[in-house]
């Protein structure tokens, strides 16, 4: 019984140390002068500061757009909220969705100023899908888009195997672009590589999926075969290599696209489905008016044009 | 390490074959193959004409090189081996064009590079080039780029007359009549009015007996 | 037309090792030959497409600034350096080896200047372009400047040159490379909107906004003469409209709003920077080293 008591003091002894060496080391790390900083258009910056700041003339303050970082905007105006946030006044206009840096002199302090991660990917996610949607607006993937959407259930299934072979095929071409291509120099291979890289893909999962699952192969295996001569299957990778982009963004176009060629791919066959049992003029059966269709649709998507839920 | 044991009849000549790549197989209007370029690029004749002359120097390039090695190609990696060869014509094509034309490149420039992907050039190298002799290929090359060039210029004509009111460029018009067929949305809208009246044609030529459109089922490729 | 199938996989038992080899060789064979004939192609077509490109570089410079047969440019290529947080300048004449390099800090310092050469090796230096500037300079004074700028447009990158007289006001801006929509955002690379820059002050530059009220009818039929007459001339002839027209905001093409304010604040961010990059770099650029 004293035994169990001298072990649970001991227990609590130390973790009472414990607690006061993480308590004096967090008071002993300086928080950060700016906890954090936003911008506001037209000409504002709000600021939240973790430690107070003496001097608030205009020329403790530096903002530089982080394209120009040496071109300093100018601070016309220093104020303090009610809520202890300062609120910057600039002569120049800004947009919360660029990078900036706001730096004070004294005390020393930077921090840069961007849009989350998270909303960046999703803008290009959103921008693939709907804005700038593969099919409708860049008329891409209309080679195997026709085939495919006569019937829901095949549209559905071309979509699924699009996407999953879309993603693995952008960030293999982008990985190889990028630690391969890029360094050597070898940017002109690019082509060759991309349409390799699917061609490889396209054979890979076609083998795996025969072993692994005959039931998901006799399934979605068709669709495999046609997505070598997909056009957006090569456009995505070419996108990204002439947009020097990262992996972040390569996979959100990549997710984008996909999901945009399988929305696409959804709406069209519902129509479809319904234009067969109607009653078509005999020059307009078939591809005409599936044309046809396909121009209403894009009519229609021209309507995300200028889409922004982050502004 | 023979390409395919069944004999083939003799190829058809040449001005047959010409004649067959530009209307009867017409590859945009009939057989409804690589139709991504032909809305895309054709929002005026001068876009459309160069990406048709960039196909019509890859197809006949691809063909030609593939009747040229086709007895030393093995049937199992032929598919793989022919899309070698399309890619590294159309990588030359590429450069050879951003460097010679810089301002008519930086139009068309993303889908020269994706002429890779084109089903036209591949399924023609299936089907003809590497069963027939080079002559005849060389003129069935000849022939499908032909006509897709035509088909592109056709439309460009189309789209840029209604959309632009002019043509290559020159105005024929004094304002836009319609700045909606310039739009990818009317750029669907006239391929689906051309091959409608291609079809109408069509059957009109052959004595209204109800042919399929080519392409009616399935444009997959 | 059916699509042909693809050749399918090789399966893995019960075939004889040496016909897998066989076929793996013969498509590395094709692989290499063709990564030849591109690399061949790739070299005969690079050196022509550089040269090209500074040809068709120097014939906008020269048509935006309206350059006599003896007139000289100076190019100054700016870099930043973000590991070091400094900024380069390389200045030398158009054609030349070597030139003058420049350092500053962010803060607008000097730090260094040193005759530098000016072949290439930008990127293993961890140096990020900024864009170019060009002073063209004829005979003794300054005949303007052009400076290479970019922005995002709707759908991608759009890169232009605004040119500048001595007096930092606007004589035109082109627009060299775009993705935009034919008869929309490219709408914006036409004569007619670019000439909407002509003709504003430095003060206006920095202030530059976008409306999408309609253009007046005046004002657009006198901005298609610019492209035809002298400057003089069409200064003589429609001054009073430019009075009236470059103290309001730049006409959005319509249907095109993005692609408009793209070109627009890109223009007007170009000149802020120009302004404070040259006041720091044209003293030490006039001396002799």
């Avoid at chain 1, 709907?130 to 829901?152: A, D, P």
């Avoid at chain 3, 040809?55 to 007139?71: F, M, N, T, V, Y």
């Avoid at chain 3, 063209?136 to 890169?159: H, L």
Wanted: hydrophobic residues 50%; positive net charge; glycine residues 10%.
């Amino acid at each position: 019984m004293a035994r169990r008591m001298r072990a649970r003091a001991a227990a609590g002894a130390l973790a009472a140390a414990v607690a006061a060496l993480w308590a004096g080391g967090a008071a002993a790390a300086a928080a950060p002068v700016i906890e954090n900083a936003r911008m506001l258009a037209p000409h504002h910056v709000l600021v939240q500061l973790g430690q107070p700041v003496a001097d608030l003339s205009p020329g403790n303050f530096r903002v530089t757009e982080a394209l120009a970082p040496d071109v300093a905007m100018e601070v016309t105006e220093v104020t303090v909220r009610p809520d202890g946030k300062l609120w910057l006044t600039l002569a120049q206009t800004v947009s919360p969705q660029n990078h900036y840096r706001l730096e004070i002199h004294r005390p020393r302090a930077v921090r840069e100023v961007k849009p989350a991660a998270w909303a960046l990917l999703l803008s290009v996610v959103l921008s693939a899908s709907l804005i700038n949607n593969f099919v409708f607006t860049r008329y891409l993937g209309l080679c195997v888009f026709f085939g495919v959407s006569k019937r829901q259930d095949t549209s559905i299934g071309m979509g699924i195997t699009f996407t999953v072979v879309m993603v693995a095929s952008a960030m293999l071409s982008w990985a190889i672009y990028t630690y391969v291509l890029s360094p050597l120099d070898l940017r002109f291979l690019q082509v060759l590589v991309f349409i390799g890289i699917v061609a490889f893909l396209v054979q890979l999962v076609d083998t795996v999926l025969k072993k692994l699952n005959r039931l998901l192969h006799q399934k979605f295996g068709i669709y495999l075969m046609l997505i070598t001569t997909n056009c957006i299957i090569l456009a995505v990778p070419l996108l990204n290599a002439s947009a020097n982009a990262g992996p972040w963004e390569a996979l959100a176009l990549a997710v984008g696209s996909g999901a945009g060629f399988a929305i696409a791919l959804f709406l069209m066959s519902c129509a479809r489905e319904k234009a067969e049992l109607a009653r078509v003029p005999k020059s307009f059966e078939g591809l005409p008016i599936a044309f046809a269709l396909t121009g209403l649709f894009a009519l229609a998507f021209m309507g995300f044009a200028g889409l922004n839920p982050f502004r | 390490m023979s390409t395919a044991a069944v004999p083939r009849p003799p190829a058809p000549g040449a001005g047959r074959l010409l004649l067959n790549g530009i209307f009867a197989e017409n590859p945009v209007f009939r057989l409804a193959l690589s139709l991504c370029p032909a809305v895309a690029v054709t929002t005026t004749v001068m876009n459309g004409l160069i990406l048709g002359v960039a196909v019509l120097v890859v197809q006949v390039l691809s063909s030609v090189s593939v009747a040229l090695v086709r007895r030393s190609i093995h049937p199992r990696v032929r598919i793989p081996v022919y899309t070698i060869i399309i890619a590294v014509w159309v990588s030359c094509i590429d450069m050879v064009l951003a460097a010679f034309f810089p301002a008519l490149y930086a139009q068309v420039g993303l889908y020269v590079k994706l002429i890779v992907a084109f089903a036209i050039i591949i399924s023609r190298l299936e089907l003809f080039a590497s069963k027939q002799p080079l002559v005849p290929t060389f003129f069935d090359g000849l022939g499908m780029g032909l006509g897709f060039l035509f088909a592109l210029v056709v439309i460009g004509a189309f789209r840029e007359l209604l959309g632009g009111g002019a043509i290559a460029g020159h105005a024929l018009l004094p304002h836009k009549p319609l700045l909606f067929f310039i739009l990818p949305a009317g750029g669907f809208f006239s391929i689906a009015l051309l091959m409608a009246f291609f079809n109408l044609v069509e059957r009109r030529l052959s004595g209204g007996a109800a042919r399929r459109p080519g392409g009616g089922g399935g444009a997959h490729g | 037309m059916n699509r042909p199938t693809a050749a399918p996989a090789p399966r893995g038992e019960g075939r004889p090792l040496g016909e897998i080899l066989r076929i793996a060789g013969s498509v590395t064979l094709y692989c290499a030959l063709g990564g030849a004939i591109l690399g061949a192609t790739y070299v005969a077509t690079n050196r022509y497409q550089e040269v090209a490109r500074a040809a068709s570089e120097h014939r906008s410079i020269a048509q935006l600034l309206r350059l006599g047969p003896d007139a000289s440019v100076v190019e100054i290529r700016q870099y930043l350096d973000p590991a070091r947080d400094q900024v380069v300048y390389r200045a030398a004449p158009r054609g030349a080896e070597t030139g003058t390099e420049l350092t500053f800090a962010l803060s607008g310092q000097l730090l260094g200047r040193a005759r530098a050469g000016l072949r290439g090796g930008e990127a293993e230096e961890g140096l990020k372009p900024l864009g170019r500037i060009f002073v063209a300079m004829q005979g003794d004074s300054t005949a303007g400047f052009v400076i290479e700028g970019e922005t995002r447009g709707y759908k991608n990158v759009v890169r232009f040159f605004v040119a500048l007289d001595a007096a930092f006001d606007i004589l035109g801006v082109r627009v060299i490379e775009h993705e935009e929509d034919p008869g929309l955002g490219a709408e914006i690379a036409t004569p007619w909107f670019q000439g909407q820059y002509f003709g504003r002050t430095a003060e206006g530059a920095s202030t530059l906004d976008v409306t999408k009220d309609p253009m007046p009818e005046d004002w657009r039929a006198a901005l298609l003469e610019l492209q035809r007459l002298p400057p003089a001339q069409w200064r003589s002839r429609y001054g009073g409209l430019l009075e009236r027209e470059s103290v309001q905001p730049v006409y959005a093409v319509t249907g095109a709003t993005i692609s408009s304010r793209a070109l627009t604040m890109g223009v007007r961010s170009t000149v802020n920077r120009f302004r404070y990059r040259w006041s720091l770099v044209s003293p030490l650029l006039g001396e002799k080293p």
